[in-house]
């Protein structure tokens, strides 16, 4: 047999914040599936945190920045608002800078008919910018609203479930690879 990878820490990102939110409800499928992989799971609900989108810092940001340094790979779940990700995520994408850098990143969209795949790619050319390496494959979650029976399990789980093996296979690889390798020589884009 062989030996069980050692777990790296992942950051989980709830990027929804309304009152009436379906976010956690996605979230909780995540963390419950998460349960078992061989990763540290940190999970960052920014309903919970006050970042002001000052470069001064202030409210939370010093907090989320520590917690972003400390990952080694972060997985976002996002809605589609408009065609776009939330404003919140993106205060918090530019909160931190450099601890964000050449660490991978997954997807867990879901809204209406597109499951969100339009914020998706806005965020993957957002994430370049900041060094972030995207991975391929994500859960996709179209409409969303009546995707998820009373229990919060997926009613028709086969293709998230695909996705997320996926994902979890890419992220795994690209978290374990690149903290060998910003271990080996300092990232200095
Ligand atoms: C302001 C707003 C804009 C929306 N725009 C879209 C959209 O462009 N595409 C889509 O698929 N769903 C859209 N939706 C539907 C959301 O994906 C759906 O309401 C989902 O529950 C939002 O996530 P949340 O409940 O975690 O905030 C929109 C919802 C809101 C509130």
Same mark, same amino acid.
């Given at each position: 047999?062989?030996?069980?990878?050692?777990?790296?820490?992942?950051?989980?990102?709830?990027?929804?914040?309304?009152?009436?939110?379906?976010?956690?409800?996605?979230?909780?499928?995540?963390?419950?599936?998460?349960?078992?992989?061989?990763?540290?799971?940190?999970?960052?609900?920014?309903?919970?945190?006050?970042?002001?989108? %000052?470069?001064?810092?202030?409210? @939370?940001?010093?907090?989320?920045?520590? *917690?972003?340094?400390? !990952?080694? =790979?972060?997985?976002?779940?996002?809605?589609?608002?408009?065609?776009?990700?939330?404003?919140?995520?993106?205060?918090?994408?530019?909160?931190?800078?450099?601890?964000?850098?050449?660490?991978?990143?997954?997807?867990?969209?879901?809204?209406?008919?597109?499951?969100?795949?339009?914020?998706?790619?806005?965020?993957?050319?957002?994430?370049?910018?900041?060094?972030?390496?995207?991975?391929?494959?994500?859960?996709?979650?179209? %409409?969303?609203?009546?995707?998820? @029976?009373?229990?919060?399990?997926?009613? *028709?789980?086969?293709? !998230?479930? =695909?996705?997320?093996?996926?994902?979890?296979?890419?992220?795994?690889?690209?978290?374990?690879?690149?903290?060998?390798?910003?271990?080996?020589?300092?990232?200095?884009?």
């Amino acid at each position: 047999m062989p030996d069980r990878p050692a777990p790296y820490p992942l950051a989980v990102i709830t990027a929804s914040v309304r009152p009436d939110r379906i976010g956690p409800t996605v979230t909780r499928w995540l963390l419950r599936r998460l349960d078992g992989h061989p990763a540290d799971v940190d999970h960052i609900d920014l309903a919970d945190l006050d970042l002001p989108g %000052d470069l001064a810092g202030g409210g @939370d940001a010093e907090r989320f920045t520590k *917690r972003i340094a400390h !990952a080694d =790979a972060f997985v976002v779940v996002t809605p589609e608002y408009n065609h776009g990700y939330p404003g919140p995520l993106k205060t918090a994408l530019d909160t931190a800078y450099v601890e964000w850098r050449a660490k991978p990143l997954g997807f867990v969209s879901y809204g209406g008919a597109s499951g969100g795949l339009r914020a998706v790619e806005q965020l993957r050319a957002v994430l370049a910018e900041l060094h972030v390496s995207t991975v391929r494959t994500g859960v996709m979650i179209p %409409d969303v609203h009546a995707a998820f @029976d009373e229990h919060g399990e997926l009613r *028709r789980p086969e293709r !998230a479930e =695909a996705g997320l093996a996926g994902m979890l296979r890419q992220l795994d690889w690209w978290a374990r690879t690149l903290r060998r390798g910003r271990a080996d020589t300092p990232y200095v884009g």
